[in-house]
């Protein structure tokens, strides 16, 4: 049983299309995150939600927007797509979203703009 | 904000011998200090943590020093084995600022048999 799984684990599509990553967590988790990885593989953290509600917010365009439709998922809608928006996006979670927490990660989406 | 650098990028070491990732950290108020195993096409999974009022931590062949004067950490493995090759991240985390850890950039880390 995959403790935070996310879909798809492969996007391919045009310059301006709209998408969206689903992620889900089954450990009973407050806190959910989304990390952005780029080619050379740095880890940039982009949103966290707690119980439905947006903690952090990280320097993001808005054609970034999550959303925590209850406190196992949020999912990242992407509009108007660009070719810099090509990377591998990881969903995580944690108990509580306090320091010093473990953090669970999914096995990634990586979505290519073509 | 927290910045956390890491050295090297990459390392590569023969089965058997020992390999040493560092981190420095700016953010004199970060008390949380994880270390995180990327395989191929996985998520980052925690291996090791070590909290600031202790200053080493030890689990099997890997282990985790902290100094705090001089805000840095660094992760140990002993006797590397092929299936340690992954990307390591260092990351900082502290009370006031929950959830958000920043990582370091990354070593790709090469055990040769």
């Known amino acids: 049983d995959t403790a935070v799984s996310q879909t798809p684990k492969y996007l391919v599509t045009q310059m301006g299309n709209d998408k969206s990553i689903k992620c889900e967590q089954n450990?009973?988790?407050?806190?959910m995150y989304w990390y952005k990885q780029d080619s050379k593989k740095f880890l940039k953290i982009m949103f966290s939600?707690?119980?439905?509600?947006?903690?952090i917010n990280e320097t993001v365009p808005n054609r970034f927007s999550p959303k925590s439709p209850d406190k196992a998922h949020l999912n990242l809608h992407i509009n108007s797509l660009e070719l810099g928006d090509s990377a591998v996006y990881f969903c995580?979670?944690?108990?509580?979203?306090?320091?010093?927490?473990?953090?669970?990660f999914g096995s990634g989406t990586q979505l290519s703009v073509l | 904000g927290e910045n956390v650098e890491q050295h090297p990028s990459t390392l590569s070491v023969q089965e058997g011998d020992s390999a040493v990732i560092k981190c420095t950290y700016s953010?004199?108020?970060?008390?949380?200090f994880p270390w995180y195993k990327q395989e191929l096409g996985k998520g980052p999974q925690l291996i090791i943590d070590?909290?600031?009022?202790?200053g080493e931590k030890k689990d099997q062949r890997i282990a985790v020093t902290l100094n705090k004067t001089a805000k840095h950490f660094s992760l140990h493995i002993t006797e590397t084995q092929p299936e340690d090759s992954a990307v390591y991240f260092c990351?900082?985390?502290?009370?006031?600022?929950?959830?958000?850890?920043?990582f370091g950039d990354g070593t790709t880390l090469t055990v040769k048999p």
């Open positions: 995580a979670s944690s108990p509580t979203g306090g320091a010093g927490e473990k953090l669970f």
């Open positions: 450990l009973g988790h407050d806190t």
């Open positions: 939600y707690n119980n439905k509600e947006l903690i």
């Open positions: 953010d004199s108020a970060s008390n949380y």
């Open positions: 070590i909290r600031s009022n202790v």
């Open positions: 990351a900082a985390s502290r009370r006031t600022n929950a959830g958000k850890s920043t």
